[in-house]
């Protein structure tokens, strides 16, 4: 199974399933939110934002199957039926669908655990009573006496702990496809083949990439007067236009998402065939 059949795969079920697709799109989209809702508890300022939490556990409760589910419906797809049916809301299994669900977040996290190191030291370095002017002095010193430097030094850092996760996700972006095919060795030796087919698929995201890198255009100045950034004397670019750059890229992007998914379901099921 080569990289190119499974985007000849993926661009051909989508092609004549496009109603069908869409629907698919709107339901994990639909989940996803419902997943995210607790987040609005982090409003409030009372007790109540610790409900938060309950985000977490919808994700694994809620999310996870919905997932293996979708994937099903993906192999369907590619087969002889359809993107969008019943197997979207299949209980069956539940149990094992939250364990497997569970096994594959441990792994990430694993991917993401210097992620999460670095990100827990940075909360207890700069949090609590520590002020701006010691945050400042930090990230002076961290740069070697510059400002700019030092902030640049944080980005280049927190860029690559970001891509280590991302590839852990990408490395393990087909087990979900293998197992719901119940053959839990088809991938054994492949998940190289997979991360570089999920790279490759990253054309997909071309609209959301270049709204992040217009973004990033308008605030790359700050950059030249971090000081005066954090003293709030230099004028920032209007937040607005950013949303507005950031929205018509994810509206672009919408439409693209699911081929995206099909190129790693339809380089799954080509391993099997």
């Not at 990289?3 to 698919?24: G, H, M």
């Not at 989209?29 to 609005?40: E, Q, V």
């Not at 719901?180 to 088809?186: A, N, T």
């Not at 950013?242 to 799954?268: F, K």
Request: with cysteine; glycine share 10%.
């Amino acid at each position: 199974m080569t990289i190119s059949q499974a985007f000849r795969d993926a661009k051909r079920t989508v092609t004549a399933q496009k109603a069908e697709t869409l629907k698919l799109l709107a339901a994990e989209g639909a989940t996803t939110l419902i997943c995210l809702a607790p987040l609005l508890f982090l409003t409030e300022k009372g007790p109540l934002k610790y409900l938060a939490a309950l985000s977490a556990v919808l994700w694994l409760l809620l999310k996870v199957p919905a997932r293996l589910n979708a994937a099903a419906a993906m192999q369907d797809g590619l087969g002889n039926g359809k993107i969008f049916s019943l197997r979207l809301a299949d209980p069956g299994n539940y149990l094992k669908k939250a364990g497997y669900g569970l096994g594959r977040l441990a792994l990430l996290a694993l991917w993401s655990s210097p992620l999460i190191a670095a990100l827990i030291f940075a909360w207890d370095k700069y949090s609590g009573d520590t002020d701006g002017l010691t945050v400042m002095n930090m990230i002076y010193d961290f740069g070697g006496k510059d400002m700019k430097t030092g902030v640049i030094y944080l980005l280049l850092i927190l860029a690559a702990l970001l891509m280590l996760a991302a590839l852990g996700a990408g490395f393990h972006s087909g087990d979900r496809h293998a197992w719901v095919l119940e053959e839990k060795g088809l991938l054994k030796g492949k998940r190289p083949k997979v991360l570089l087919c999920r790279i490759c698929s990253l054309v997909f995201l071309l609209p959301m990439m270049i709204a992040a890198v217009l973004v990033f255009l308008r605030y790359a100045p700050l950059l030249n007067d971090v000081s005066g950034v954090i003293s709030g004397d230099v004028a920032k670019p209007s937040t607005g236009t950013t949303l507005l750059i950031a929205g018509i890229g994810g509206a672009l992007n919408l439409p693209l998402l699911p081929l995206r998914s099909m190129v790693t379901a339809a380089y799954v099921n080509g391993l099997r065939r």
